[in-house]
């Protein structure tokens, strides 16, 4: 029911039935062609869960978790909704970030609009919705190894053709606010300058152990928690903000637990020039990196003789 195969395979078939509908050369003009499409996501999205295990697909309550782990019983096995889906990938998958799983829900709300209730929201041209379904299948499709033009043929040219110029419209918008940072920046007299920059916090130990928010870190006092990183305006060294991802690359030295852990910046505030970016869209757009990575450690002690128990399972 959830193995990977099935699920990848029935997400090629859906894709089929699109590229071979015949009003799949003009994306505009059927609305079928893209239901089939957001109905073969639906399974292509459930792949990468199934691959790392089928359990990550069961629905936690009743006997759903059993059958996922090869143990079936007499009840009707059930799957977790696509709103956890797309929240479990952005722990599976790197580049599945939120903009990416705000694209999913997007599809995923359009494709259940279209099907059970009377408005007809897939009657758009493709440039509303293609561009997304484009940037999901790509990230989906790279983690698996998949090209994802093998299953959608020329679909995927059109999809990246729109995302190219959504890309190229962002990055010109974001260098006009960089330019408007940097002739802010003129304007100021030395002393204005000083009495800004005195308000960033410094850089001190990139070694990360806690709070990942520039405004947790700076109540706690705690700003070697912060990630640094040059101002695109003023090439000061500033906080970003970002979000733990994940996890790796566990190992032990002197009794205590090293491991590094994945970060996705979300947005950074300049106090100094006065620059904003927001979003890991307009991170990258300003030629910033979108994933850093540091180390975080706990003893022996920590990890293994704490006596917590959880009271209950949940599903999120």
């Known amino acids: 029911m959830w193995a990977y195969d099935s699920l990848l395979g029935k997400a090629q078939t859906y894709f089929k039935r699109a590229v071979d509908h015949p009003h799949a050369d003009d994306f505009d003009d059927d609305d079928e062609f893209a239901i089939w499409l ?16 089928p359990t990550l697909l069961a629905d936690p309550t009743g006997e759903s978790i059993l059958h996922a782990a090869g143990y079936p019983g007499s009840g009707e096995p059930r799957s977790v909704p696509t709103h956890t889906v797309i929240s479990r990938l952005g722990r599976v998958i790197d580049a599945f970030t939120k903009e990416r799983q705000d694209d999913a829900t997007v599809l995923a709300g359009l494709r259940n609009q279209e099907l059970h209730t009377g408005a007809v929201p897939l009657a758009v041209p493709a440039a509303h919705w293609l561009p997304r379904f484009t940037r999901v299948v790509d990230v989906v499709c790279d983690h698996l190894g998949i090209d994802p033009k093998d299953m959608l043929a020329e679909v995927v040219d059109q999809g990246r053709a729109l995302v190219d110029a959504e890309d190229r419209k962002l990055k010109h918008e974001v260098s006009l606010r960089v330019a408007a940072s940097k002739a802010f920046l003129t304007g100021l007299t030395p002393e204005e300058v000083a009495a800004r920059r005195a308000k960033v916090p ?84 300003a030629g910033l990196a979108q994933q850093y990575t540091k180390v975080e450690s706990e003893s022996i002690q920590e990890r293994f003789l704490s006596t917590y128990e959880p009271d209950f399972y949940g599903n999120d």
């Open 38 to 53: 957001l109905l073969g996501l639906e399974f292509l999205l459930r792949a990468p869960l199934a691959k790392v295990n």
């Open 202 to 285: 410094r850089q001190r130990d990139l070694r990360f152990a806690g709070p990942v928010t520039v405004l947790e870190a700076v109540d706690r006092g705690e700003t070697e928690n912060l990630t640094f990183v040059q101002c695109p305006a003023c090439s000061e060294q500033i906080p970003i903000e970002t979000i733990r991802v994940r996890r790796t690359k566990e190992y032990i030295r002197d009794d205590e637990i090293f491991y590094e852990v994945v970060h996705v910046a979300t947005g950074l505030a300049c106090d100094i020039c006065g620059l904003k970016l927001s979003g890991t869209a307009e991170i990258t757009a």
